[in-house]
């Protein structure tokens, strides 16, 4: 998955980033570092730039 340039990397600690997607996230062996928003995607990154998960919010 690439990402755009209009697309921020904001590091998993960032306050914008909602405490249930960062449980979520600590859940996975791999240390999440970064999120991005990609339309309705969340993609999830470590700190070498591998793609941990994708997920999306449930209304």
């Given amino acids: 998955m690439s990402i755009e340039e209009d697309e921020e990397l904001i590091p998993i600690e960032d306050p ?4 249930e ?3 979520h996230a600590a859940r996975f ?3 999440v ?3 991005t ?3 309705a995607d969340i993609v999830l990154f470590a700190a070498d730039g591998e793609v941990i998960d994708i997920c999306a ?3």
């Fill in 57 to 59: 919010f449930k209304d």
């Fill in 21 to 23: 997607l960062r449980e």
């Fill in 33 to 35: 570092r970064y999120i």
């Fill in 37 to 39: 928003f990609c339309g």
């Fill in 29 to 31: 062996r791999t240390p």
């Fill in 16 to 19: 914008r980033v909602p405490l």
